[in-house]
């Protein structure tokens, strides 16, 4: 069976903070695909980054980077100097082979950027 | 465009009163699935088709239909709907087989209140 956790429930920052958003996941594949999306108060879902097991390479794009580890099975979201505009929803997920490539998402942490 | 679309975005209708939740999507997509997300619990999913005909259960499915008579459609269908299936129901697809690292594409939801 495949899981994935999401520890934080909600996450509350100041404008212009540093934050990290964690996963960790369970598969028993060596090959899988791990996913996050972002929900923002408007409710559509929007895809933002997908990492595959074989790529250990921590990827970086503008504010947002993602440091994924299986040596501790997780792949956490880190927003550098946040802003208001990234209070949402964030959802991370994985497909494995073991599961039919089914997702698996968690259940999601909601950060609130204050002005 | 790439997109799914979801029919209608807002309901709200009294129990026991059939009703049914229409996606489309425009990508040729095999993998089509429901998700139904309530404060707290995240994304759960419902129902799930890897292509026509065929489709099965997801983490949720009591109370709930669905139909895969073609590539492009899967409807949801809530026989008798009652209270506790108020919610913000999600329909999602992506490839299949090969494809199955691509990430889903959402539509935007139908926020759906049975009173």
């Known amino acids: 069976a495949q899981k994935v956790t999401q520890a934080q429930t909600e996450i509350s920052v100041v404008e212009k903070e540093d934050v990290t958003l964690d996963c960790v996941y369970e598969?028993?594949?060596?090959?899988?695909?791990l996913f996050w999306y972002k929900q923002p108060p408007s409710g559509e879902l929007v895809f933002l980054i997908r990492?595959?097991?074989?790529?250990?390479q921590n990827e970086i794009s503008g504010r947002y980077s993602w440091n994924f580890q299986k040596s501790t099975s997780s792949f956490n979201f880190t927003i550098t100097a946040s802003q208001v505009v990234d209070s949402a929803v964030y959802f991370c997920?994985?497909?494995?082979?073991?599961?039919?490539?089914?997702?698996?998402f968690g259940r999601g942490t909601s950060l609130i950027v204050h002005p | 465009e790439a997109q799914v679309t979801q029919n209608p975005r807002y309901l709200i209708t009294v129990t026991g009163k059939k009703l049914t939740v229409t996606c489309s999507q425009n990508?040729?997509?095999?993998?089509m699935s429901w998700y139904r997300q309530d404060p707290g619990l995240g994304l759960r999913q419902i129902y799930y088709?890897?292509?026509?005909?065929?489709?099965d259960k997801g983490d949720v499915p009591e109370g709930y239909k669905v139909s895969r008579k073609e590539k492009r459609n899967f409807p949801l269908i809530l026989e008798s709907p009652s209270p506790n299936q108020t919610s913000l129901y999600f329909c999602?697809?992506?490839?299949?087989?090969?494809?199955?690292?691509?990430?889903?594409?959402f539509g935007d939801g139908t926020r759906l209140s049975i009173l």
């Open positions: 990492r595959n097991s074989f790529d250990e």
């Open positions: 088709s890897m292509n026509v005909e065929v489709t």
């Open positions: 598969t028993r594949d060596t090959t899988y695909y």
């Open positions: 999602a697809s992506s490839p299949y087989g090969q494809g199955s690292n691509q990430p889903q594409h």
């Open positions: 997920a994985l497909r494995a082979s073991g599961g039919s490539y089914i997702p698996t």
């Open positions: 990508m040729n997509h095999e993998y």
